[in-house]
């Protein structure tokens, strides 16, 4: 079945590290790529997404590009703050239209 | 625009009991779906909910149901309470359906204990 696999975390970093979250997609046909972030206490945000192959999404500075040959949409960063700690989830639509999300990541930023 | 409102923010049942919990969807939006988040099963979709018909449906036992009104706003239901189902309820809501061109706008979700 259609599922999607992100690293385990946590991941600790220094402020202004360079940010990888590694996510890759078991899918068929050609879903649509999210991330979304979710922050103590709240429900999930989108971050940003994509929906065919090689498309990069971004936003406040974080990217992911959709590698349909390596079924992989890992999020990057090149700057990281204390404020981006969270949970990030790397999700995808399958055929049927339902939302699949990976287990989660938590990055936690070090000042 | 007031986002997606969910009510209550916490909720602690017995074993054994149902409850309803609330979703308040942005105004204007169409599309209501549930999703359960627990440490150990991560987040799992419930349904989805589109002008007050159910689009879709997830693997849960039929304990879990939902409903949507004419106005968008949706309740989930849970019968029989088992301490597993112990959870952070999410509900979402988007202008179109699920997996299409609108994203998916989370409420700060429901958290039911259950004893």
């Known amino acids: 079945g259609n599922s999607v696999t992100q690293m385990e975390g946590p991941v600790t970093l220094s402020e202004e590290a360079f940010l990888t979250i590694n996510c890759t997609y078991t899918a068929t046909g050609y879903p649509s790529l999210f991330w979304y972030v979710q922050y103590p206490g709240e429900g999930l945000q989108l971050l940003l997404k994509?929906?065919?192959?090689?498309d990069k999404g971004s936003n406040k500075g974080f990217e992911a590009t959709y590698r349909k040959e390596t079924t992989s949409f890992h999020l990057e960063k090149g700057s990281v703050q204390v404020s981006d700690s969270a949970v990030y989830f790397c999700a995808l639509t399958d055929s049927s239209y339902k939302l699949i999300f990976g287990s989660g990541t938590r990055l936690l930023v070090r000042p | 625009k007031a986002g997606v409102t969910q009510t209550p923010r916490y909720l602690i049942k017995t074993r054994g009991q149902q409850v309803t919990l609330s979703c308040s969807p942005i105004?204007?939006?169409?599309?209501v779906s549930w999703y359960q988040q627990t440490p150990g099963q991560g987040l799992q979709f419930l349904f989805e909910?589109?002008?007050?018909?159910?689009?879709n449906k997830g693997n849960f036992p039929g304990r879990f149901s939902g409903r949507q009104f004419s106005n968008s706003r949706s309740e989930m239901n849970v019968s029989t309470l088992e301490l597993g189902d112990s959870a952070l309820y999410l509900c979402?809501?988007?202008?179109?359906?699920?997996?299409?061109?609108?994203?998916?706008?989370f409420g700060n979700g429901t958290r039911l204990t259950v004893t």
């Open positions: 994509a929906t065919k192959a090689d």
């Open positions: 105004s204007g939006h169409r599309s």
């Open positions: 979402a809501s988007s202008l179109g359906y699920t997996g299409g061109d609108s994203p998916l706008h």
């Open positions: 909910y589109f002008s007050e018909t159910q689009r």
